[in-house]
Nanobody, 119 residues
Framework: QVQLVESGGGWVEVGESLRLSCSASRSTYSFASMGWYRQYPNQRREFLATLWSNEIAEYSDSVKGRFTISRDHPNNTVYLQMTNLKVEDSAAYYC?????????????WGQGTQVTVSS
């Protein structure tokens, strides 16, 4: 059974940085990709970043240049380094893992970690 556990969320001020962690129950290379999404209250989950097993990273336009996705392979962990945070970055952040050879509906999700950016 795959488990993803996010951590690192919290309350920060505009312009500050925060690093979110996603701890996986197995190697992050055992998935086609790892990713980060966020969700505002009562809205659909929004794509932020994907890190493919070949180390290619993709970002949404809203976070490109500010957020960086990376992995710590020995510790089965994926990070989202968030810099120059804005009020609109306040949301619940979710870790995602997509398996090889399966539909998107088979993706795994963590329980989320809340980020609140205040001015």
């Amino acid at each position: 059974q795959v488990q993803l556990v996010e951590s690192g969320g919290g309350w920060v001020e505009v312009g500050e940085s925060l690093r979110l962690s996603c701890s996986a129950s197995r190697s992050t290379y055992s998935f086609a990709s790892m990713g980060w999404y966020r969700q505002y209250p009562n809205q659909r989950r929004e794509f932020l970043a994907t890190l493919w097993s070949n180390e290619i990273a993709e970002y949404s336009d809203s976070v490109k240049g500010r957020f960086t996705i990376s992995r710590d392979h020995p510790n089965n962990t994926v990070y989202l380094q968030m810099t120059n945070l804005k009020v609109e970055d306040s949301a619940a952040y979710y870790c995602n893992a997509k398996p090889y050879g399966g539909p998107a509906s088979q993706a795994y999700w963590g329980q989320g970690t809340q980020v609140t950016v205040s001015s």
